[in-house]
């Protein structure tokens, strides 16, 4: 039953990649503009994680949820599947493989 005392949320799983397109990071989280801002702070600093080794900061896929258990969900989903048919959901919501961090700035 729907409770109006907790409100919405919004989450968003992502899929991020460098600027070859190359690598590709999935993530989950609830500010994805602070979330983009981290990533490329890292890849600028160097900083000692999978995105920054890889400078992969850059937005190619994402998905908006309302509950934080679906969208887990949906992050682990993502993370089984083979390198093709993630390339293939990419293409499907984006299909020139533009970097989409515009639309969060």
């Known amino acids: 039953m729907f409770n109006p005392q907790l409100g919405y949320h919004t989450y968003y799983v992502y899929i ?11 993530g989950v989280t609830q500010n994805l503009k602070e979330r983009l801002k981290q990533h490329s702070v890292n890849a600028e600093n160097n900083v000692k994680t999978f995105a920054a080794s890889y400078n992969v900061e850059f937005l190619v896929y994402y998905e908006k949820f309302t509950w934080i258990q679906e969208a887990i969900a949906r992050e682990k989903e993502l993370k089984g599947w083979i390198r ?3 390339l293939e959901l990419i293409r499907d919501f984006n299909p ?8 969060f700035e």
């Not at 991020?16 to 999935?26: L, V």
């Not at 020139?96 to 639309?103: A, G, I, K, S």
């Open 16 to 26: 991020i990649t460098n600027k070859h397109r190359s690598t590709f990071y999935i």
């Open 84 to 86: 093709t048919k993630k």
């Open 96 to 103: 020139t493989f533009e970097f989409l961090n515009y639309h």
